[in-house]
């Protein structure tokens, strides 16, 4: 069985690529009706150039009972026409022992996603769950791409014997020290580089989910140049409505392919 790290390094290879697309159907927004043909579209056009999918869970559990069938036709696709690349689940859940237990059941038995995101907050018993599974990722929240993550992210912690530092910085040394199985990843937005680039000094291997490019405005170029590992992987840099809503017309699929490419070459010249 392979290791989750070894199967992300593979999609990564394989499509030469560290880019990510976030599937958020948004009626409002969607040019076609039907959330599952939307979806089927855009994986179809950019399938060769990514080295991962993002369902966000929400907005399938926004639409109900249809959406969740649409969520369930969407992995199944990707499963059939891109069998080598990961497929993360947008979830960010985070509860109590047994709940968690579920919750990475349901995520990663039943709908067989290869990754998903975790809340640490209620510390580590509540990650656990989801880390049990050594041939799946779980990526901590750590230091998230919206406004509010100033709340309480930067706010100075102290741990026994070590000097205060930022939560972000405190969670990513945590996640660390969970990290037995090789399969901690940590969320860590492109519209905070400068930390971005602290947290890759704390966490040299590890890999990054990195949202916030696109409609968040988040600083590709330094994003990528400081979250990469030493070899220039272990970045998952994430486009959503920056790629499955670059037209609003009938061309929405090709103009998705145009816009995963244009974001893929950025990354590689960015790397060159």
């Known amino acids: 069985m392979s290791t989750f790290l070894e199967r992300l390094d593979a999609a990564c290879e394989a499509s030469q690529s560290l880019v990510c697309v976030g599937l958020d159907p948004d009626p409002a927004l969607m040019p076609v009706g039907?959330?599952?043909?939307?979806?089927?579209?855009?994986v179809d056009a950019t399938r060769e150039?990514?080295?991962a999918y993002k369902p966000n869970l929400a907005f399938y559990e926004a639409l109900g009972l249809d959406g969740l069938r649409a969520l369930e036709q969407t992995v199944q696709h990707i499963r059939k026409m891109a069998p080598g690349v990961i497929l993360l689940a947008d979830a960010k859940r985070g509860d109590i022992g047994n709940t968690a237990a579920a919750y990475a059941k349901a995520l990663f038995e039943v709908w067989e996603f290869d990754a998903a995101t975790v809340n640490p907050y209620l510390g580590g018993d509540a990650v656990e769950p989801f880390l049990a599974h050594p041939d799946r990722g779980a990526f901590i929240l750590c230091r998230t791409s919206n406004p509010g993550a100033r709340d309480f992210q930067d706010m100075m912690v102290a741990r026994?014997?070590?000097a205060p530092r930022p939560l972000y910085q405190v969670v990513a040394l945590r996640a660390m020290e969970w990290n037995r199985r090789g399969n901690v990843g940590l969320v860590?937005?492109?519209t905070y580089p400068q930390e971005l680039g602290q947290v890759r000094l704390l966490c040299?291997?590890?890999p990054f989910l990195i949202p916030g490019i696109g409609s968040q405005a988040g600083d590709l170029e330094q994003?990528?140049?400081?979250?990469?590992d030493a070899r220039g992987r272990?970045?998952?840099?994430?486009?959503?409505?920056?790629i499955i809503y670059a037209s609003r017309?009938?061309?929405?699929?090709?103009?998705?392919?145009?816009?995963?490419?244009?974001?893929?070459?950025?990354?590689?010249?960015?790397?060159?």
Do not use: H, M, Q, W
């Open 34 to 42: 039907d959330v599952f043909s939307f979806n089927k579209a855009i």
């Open 49 to 51: 150039l990514v080295c």
């Open 160 to 162: 026994p014997g070590d």
């Open 188 to 190: 860590v937005g492109a």
């Open 204 to 206: 040299p291997e590890t």
């Open 223 to 228: 994003s990528v140049r400081l979250g990469v």
């Open 234 to 242: 272990r970045a998952i840099v994430n486009s959503s409505r920056g």
């Open 249 to 272: 017309g009938r061309d929405y699929a090709e103009a998705a392919r145009n816009a995963t490419i244009k974001l893929r070459d950025a990354i590689s010249v960015t790397l060159a």
